[in-house]
Antibody
Framework: EVQLVESGGDLVQPGGSLRLSCAAS????????MNWVRQAPGKGLEWVSY????????YYADSVKGRFTISRDNAKNSLYLQMNSLRAEDTGVYYC??????????????WGKGTTVTVSS | QSALTQPASVSGSPGQSITISCTGT?????????VSWYQQHPGNAPKLMIY???NRPSGISNRFSGSKSGNTASLTISGLQAEDEADYYC??????????FGGGTKLTVL
């Protein structure tokens, strides 16, 4: 079964840091590019970041550029999101989502269940 | 990276058809055939319903269809069913290499 499982969400103070992980299974992770998408409580979806299958191409939303870093370890079938200088507006559920195989598809066909990040003092 | 514009809510009766619009600019929706649509039930992760404007993933009912004209994409659901009640989001590729979502539309089946 194709599956993505996020972890690492927590309560953190403003200005703090957090590292999210996403464990992939059921498909050849190293062939696929990946995304992080977040959703603030009661709000809509917001795309956060993209990484190509080998990590050579990366994009960020303006709202997180310079503060968040996406990375992956294909040997461990894992995707990561390092979040620094966290703000209250970063609060929400963070989803990892699969993009295309070999090339970018510009849509996300497999989603994890999400992990919750709360930024509050 | 301004969000795409969707109506906040739409409604319809079982068996009817509804259409949800998604308006962007020539830098996103109008510039590429890379519009996708996602369905999200409360408490669940989003689910891909339409990709590349008109294509349905395997397993998605043919009651769901997509189209685009200029800077506006649309999702049409025909033969409305109670299980279709959910939030729907459009997404588009942008000239910056990023993705952008719409604000979401709450579909109510009356």
């Amino acid at each position: 079964e194709v599956q993505l499982v996020e972890s690492g969400g927590d309560l953190v103070q403003p200005g703090g840091s957090l590292r999210l992980s996403c464990a992939a299974s059921g498909f050849t992770f190293s062939d696929y590019s990946m995304n992080w998408v977040r959703q603030a409580p009661g709000k809509g979806l917001e795309w956060v970041s993209y990484i190509s299958s080998r990590g050579g191409t990366i994009y960020y939303a303006d709202s997180v550029k310079g503060r968040f870093t996406i990375s992956r370890d294909n040997a461990k079938n894992s995707l990561y999101l390092q979040m620094n200088s966290l703000r209250a507006e970063d609060t929400g559920v963070y989803y990892c989502a699969r993009d295309g195989v070999v090339i970018r598809y510009y849509f996300m066909d497999v989603w994890g269940k999400g992990t919750t990040v709360t930024v509050s003092s | 990276q301004s969000a795409l514009t969707q109506p906040a809510s739409v409604s319809g009766s079982p068996g009817q058809s509804i259409t949800i619009s998604c308006t962007g600019t020539s830098s996103d929706v109008g510039g590429y055939n890379y519009v996708s649509w996602y369905q999200q039930h409360p408490g669940n992760a989003p689910k891909l319903m339409i990709y590349d404007v008109t294509n349905r993933p395997s397993g998605i009912s043919n009651r769901f269809s997509g189209s685009k004209s200029g800077n506006t994409a649309s999702l049409t659901i025909s033969g409305l069913q109670a299980e279709d009640e959910a939030d729907y989001y459009c997404s588009s590729y942008t000239t910056s290499g990023t993705l952008v979502f719409g604000g979401g539309t709450k579909l109510t089946v009356l």
